[in-house]
C-alpha cells in the first residue's frame, strides 16, 4: 500500500519561508517521479514542481527562483522549499507520485498525499 505524508505546512508572513516535506513508502522511490501541487478554495489544482528519477527538474513559471524541489532517496522522501513566499500562494499543498516520465497532469498521477495547509500572511 502506497502511501505519502505530507508535512511542513503552516503559518508564515510574506516574505518568509518553509519546507514541505513527503515521505513515501509502498513504492520505489528511487524510480518514482514525485510532484508537488497546490490547491486554493475555488481553483484547479495546479502544478507546482516535479522531481523524476534522472534528476530533471520542472517549475511552473510563478514559482521560479522561490521554490525548490529536491528528494532524499535513501530516505524516501521529497522535499519543497519555499522562499519569498507570498499571499496568493496560500493553499493546500499536495505530494504526488507516479512511476515512469515526468508530467504536469494531475489526473496522470497515481498516489497523492493528504495535504498540507500553507498561509501567507500579508
Known amino acids: 500500500q502506497v502511501q505519502l505524508i505530507e508535512s511542513g505546512g503552516g503559518l508564515v508572513q510574506a516574505g518568509g519561508s518553509l519546507r514541505l516535506s513527503c515521505a513515501a513508502s509502498?513504492?520505489?522511490?528511487?524510480?518514482?517521479?514525485m510532484a508537488w501541487f497546490r490547491q486554493a478554495p475555488g481553483t484547479e489544482r495546479e502544478v507546482l514542481a516535479i522531481s523524476d528519477s534522472g534528476g530533471y527538474a520542472y517549475y511552473v513559471e510563478s514559482v521560479k527562483g522561490r521554490f525548490t524541489i529536491s528528494r532524499a532517496n535513501a530516505k524516501n522522501t521529497a522535499y519543497l522549499q519555499m522562499n519569498s513566499l507570498k499571499p496568493e500562494d496560500t493553499a493546500v499543498y499536495y505530494c504526488a507520485a507516479r512511476t515512469g516520465f515526468s508530467t504536469a497532469k494531475n489526473y496522470e498521477y497515481d498516489y497523492w498525499g493528504q495535504g498540507t495547509q500553507v498561509t501567507v500572511s500579508s
Open positions: 509502498g513504492l520505489t522511490f528511487i524510480w518514482s517521479t
